[in-house]
């Protein structure tokens, strides 16, 4: 069996009318329209711009990452001289606890001392009580 368009051609009859059996390879079966290739280039472009977007977006992110450091090295420097501060002030506290405990053992010994006074002084005075009451119990005797 011979194509039709070959049929028609020995005959003499002229193929302008007819489609030609074999116009296109037959590995491409379909023919993909042209707005799928443009649809894909938009697609890619997108992507790109995406990318590039990321790309942005990284080196925003890099920047504010190497401010964010300094700030933290800031207040790692804020922190250590706090830190020496309070360590300079808890010394000082402690010398002056010291201190107030020293007076406080100080003032209790002295306090001790006078409640010992005071008792003496109370044991004086009652002997003198006694003795003037002796004396005035006593009759007057002449002098001798």
């Given amino acids: 069996m011979q194509a039709p368009a070959f049929k028609d051609k020995k005959r003499g009859i002229s193929a302008k009318n007819q489609v030609p059996a074999q116009g296109r390879p037959p590995s491409d079966s379909t023919q993909v329209p042209r707005w799928l290739y443009r ?5 890619y472009i997108l992507l790109a711009l995406a990318f590039v977007l990321c790309i942005i977006l ?18 790692k420097t804020e922190l250590w001289n706090v830190s020496n501060s309070m360590q300079a002030c808890e010394e000082r506290q402690k010398e002056v606890w010291k201190s107030v405990q020293g007076s406080i053992t100080t003032v209790r010994s002295k306090v001790e001392k006078l409640e010992m006074h005071l008792a003496d002084i109370r044991n004086v005075n009652t002997k003198v009580q006694k003795i003037l009451e002796l004396l005035q119990t006593k009759p007057e005797s002449p002098p001798q």
């Fill in 39 to 43: 649809a894909i280039l938009s697609l």
């Fill in 58 to 75: 990284s080196a925003f992110i890099m920047m504010k990452n190497a401010e964010m450091s300094k700030q933290l090295l800031g207040f």
